[in-house]
């Protein structure tokens, strides 16, 4: 099966529910600082922010480093400007802690924790903020392989998508129903996440990978997962456009485009694309 959008059988009360739920949990946290990717979560919970406390009580607070890709970048923003709230960046420096290198399964822990860290050291005192807020939502935290979420009851930073039991399916069916431009948007996690565990991340492999995925959307492929195994470059495609990605023509320029950014060879995987790939396979025991 593919790997697309969560669909969504939900009522419109309940998608109305769902909303109002989590806007009762802002109430009074502002002015509130939204931990902001531009992926569907984070942008449901900046909207319904800005609903429940107006957007003068709210900021989007953008991470940035060799792990976002430059598209998300400015996706994030353009989503932003829908929603009309405010981005504030932040450079973060995950990529100098030897623990984030190393790239154990708690990877996630120290890039989120390096975030918040930065929020508040840098955007906490200086927009007046009272609160942090992140987008996990109802699914994410049934999940064991998320130790980021660690990282986010350290910093007391608020979770109103889970607590409001406000799952994926529910998070897309809120989106459509506030317009969002990305409603339907495939989920596209950091760039590190396609680096082997215990093998160590680095910002060339992080570019690598960039490099393939950016050159795969021109390609009209719209969602991949670019897996690094040193000289190999995975592919993983939604299940639909690998026979696509073996049409003559098309193969070779995938060939070109991954041998460009520095891979000797290309394989697409049979399998798809597979959400935590690498880290669900180590924590379940299956190894990778």
């Not at 990717?37 to 429940?52: E, F, I, K, M």
């Not at 999940?143 to 009851?153: I, Q, S």
């Not at 109103?160 to 069916?173: F, I, N, S, W």
């Not at 719209?222 to 470059?233: L, P, Q």
């Amino acid at each position: 099966m593919g790997h697309g959008p969560t669909l969504s059988i939900l009522t419109p009360g309940q998608i109305v529910a769902g909303a109002q739920r989590v806007r009762a949990l802002m109430e009074g946290t502002g002015p509130l600082g939204v931990a902001y990717s531009g992926g569907v979560d984070s942008t449901v919970l900046l909207a319904l922010a800005v609903q429940a406390l107006g957007a003068d009580d709210v900021v989007a607070i953008l991470g940035i480093s060799p792990s976002l890709a430059a598209d998300e970048r400015t996706a994030a923003h353009e989503v932003a400007d829908v929603i009309g709230a405010r981005v504030v960046e932040v450079h973060t420096h995950e990529g100098e802690n030897p623990d984030y290198q190393r790239n154990d399964v708690d990877r996630c822990f120290f890039c989120k924790d390096e975030l918040f860290n930065r929020i508040s050291d840098e955007v906490v005192a200086e927009h007046g903020l009272v609160s942090v807020a992140y987008g996990e939502n109802a699914d994410d935290a049934k999940r064991p392989d998320r130790p980021g979420a660690k990282a986010a009851t350290n910093h007391r930073v608020l979770r109103p998508l889970a607590e409001a039991g406000v799952d994926k399916a529910m998070v897309r069916a809120i989106a459509r129903s506030l317009g969002l431009p990305n409603a339907d948007k495939p989920a596209a996690p950091c760039l590190a996440s396609r680096i082997p565990h215990h093998q160590e991340v680095t910002p060339a492999k992080l570019g690598q990978i960039e490099t393939v995925e950016a050159g795969l959307r021109r390609l009209g492929f719209a969602d991949s997962r670019v897996r690094h195994h040193g000289e190999i470059a995975r592919i993983e495609l939604l299940t639909e456009d690998i026979p696509r990605a073996a049409e003559p023509g098309l193969r070779e320029q995938i060939q070109t485009l991954v041998t460009g950014a520095g891979f000797a060879f290309a394989a697409v995987d049979l399998k798809g694309i597979q959400s935590g790939a690498f880290t669900m396979a180590l924590v379940e025991g299956r190894g990778v």
